[in-house]
C-alpha cells in the first residue's frame, strides 16, 4: 500500500472521530438519554372488576353512616295505619274514662252554643220563639219540636220556672224522658251459644263500610270470632273495603264475584260462621239499586235467608249520616217499613251535623239509636246513652 492512501484513510478516521464527538456532546446539552438495553417493565395487571370512572369526586363515609341507609333499605316500609287501627295504647286516643264524653261535647258544640245564648234572662214570647227557633235549627224537625215544646211549658209552668237557666235544667230533663220513652234496649244483642247476625242497611255514602269495620274491630276485641259477609255485590269498592278491614280487625271475610247474588254471599257466610265456630256474622248491603223498590225488595230477601237459622237474626241497623239532618228521617222511615230496623248508627256526628236528629228518630219512628260516630277511630264509635248526649247538647 503506497503512503498516500494510508494518509487519507487516517484523515477519514479522523474526521468521523470528531464528528461522533460533537454529536454526543450535542445530545447531553439536550438532555437525551441513550436508550436503555433493558426490557420495559410490565404494566400492573389490572383487578376483575376496575373501578367505575365517576365524574364526581369520591367522598369519604364514615362506617355509621353507611349503616343507617342500609338498615331502611332492608327493613319493609311501615304501612300506614288505618284510622281504625288507632286503638293501642300508644296512640293517644283512649286515655281516660271521661274522653269519649268529651269528644261527644266538642262535636256538638255549634249546638251547645245556640242553646247557650238563651240562658241569663227571664222567661216571656220571645224565648219560647227563641226556644224554637233553636230546636228547629239543630235538625230536632217541626213535629218533634212541638212536641218538646209543649212538654217543657206545661212543665214550667207547674214549677213556676222564671229565669232561662232553669229553664233549660227543665228542657234537659224532658229531652232524657223523650229519649227513653222507646222502652226498648241500646245494646246490640250477642246470645252466647247462638248464631249471631247483624245486618247494615243504609244508603250508600252514609258510612256503613266503615261502621261495619269498627264495630268488628271492637268485637273482636272483646274475644268474639267475627265473619264478615260482603253483600253489597252491587259496588265495586265494596268487597274490596270490606275484605282489607277484615285483615286488619281480625275478621273472617265472605265475598262473591262483582255483581254476584248477595243472598248466597250471606248464605255462605252463614256457613262459614258455622264452620269456623264464629259467633257473629256482620252484613254488609247494598245502599242502591236501580230503583228504591228494588233496594227494600233486595233487602227484604236477604232477611229472609237469615231467617232460615230461626233467631239468629238480633239486629237490623240502619246506618244514617248525621249531617242530612231531616232527610235522615226520611231514610229512616222507608227501610222501617221494609226491613224492620231495630236500632240507629248515627255516623259523622263530628262538627257540622247538629244533632238534633237523634230527638227526630226516637220520637217519631220510636227506633233507639244505638252506636254513634264522633270521629274516624275504632273509639269513636260510642255507645249513646241519653244523658250524655242531652248534657252534651245543652249543658254550657
Known sequence: ???????????????VLIALGIGLSRRSQRGETKPSSRPAPRPPVPASRPPVPSAEPAVAVEPEELTAPAEQEIAEPAEEAPPLAETGADSGIAEPEAQPERR???RLGKTRAAFARLRGRGID????????????????????????????????????VADTDTLMGVLHGELVTLLDATGKPRTLEHVAGEPNVWMFVGVNGVGKTTTIAKVAQRETSDGHNVVLAAADTFRAAAAEQLTHWAEVTGAGIVRGQEGADPGSVVFDAMAAATSRDADLVLVDTAGRLHTKVNLMAELEKLRRIVDRTPGALKEV???????????????????????????????????????????????????????????????????????????????A
Not at 500500500?1 to 474526521?15: C, E, G, H
Not at 220563639?129 to 213535629?143: F, I, K, Q, R, Y
Not at 236500632?343 to 227526630?360: E, M, N, P, Q
Request: no cysteine; aromatic share 4%.
Open 1 to 15: 500500500m503506497s503512503p498516500i492512501v494510508v494518509i487519507l484513510a487516517i484523515l477519514v478516521l479522523a474526521v
Open 104 to 106: 261527644l261535647k266538642d
Open 125 to 160: 214570647d220571645d224565648t219560647w220563639g227563641d226556644l224554637e227557633d233553636t230546636l228547629l235549627l239543630a235538625d230536632v224537625g217541626v213535629a218533634t219540636t212541638e212536641r218538646i215544646l209543649t212538654d217543657v211549658k206545661a212543665r214550667a209552668k207547674a214549677e213556676k
Open 317 to 395: 241497623l240502619l246506618v244514617l249520616d248525621a249531617t242530612t239532618g231531616q232527610n235522615g228521617l226520611t231514610q229512616a222511615k222507608q227501610f222501617a217499613e221494609a226491613v224492620d230496623v231495630t236500632g240507629v248508627v248515627l255516623t259523622k256526628l263530628d262538627g257540622s251535623a247538629k244533632g238534633g236528629i237523634v230527638l227526630a228518630i226516637e220520637a217519631e219512628l220510636g227506633i233507639p239509636v244505638k252506636l254513634i260516630g264522633v270521629g274516624e277511630t275504632a273509639v269513636d264509635l260510642m255507645p249513646f246513652e241519653p244523658e250524655a248526649f242531652v248534657a252534651a247538647l245543652l249543658d
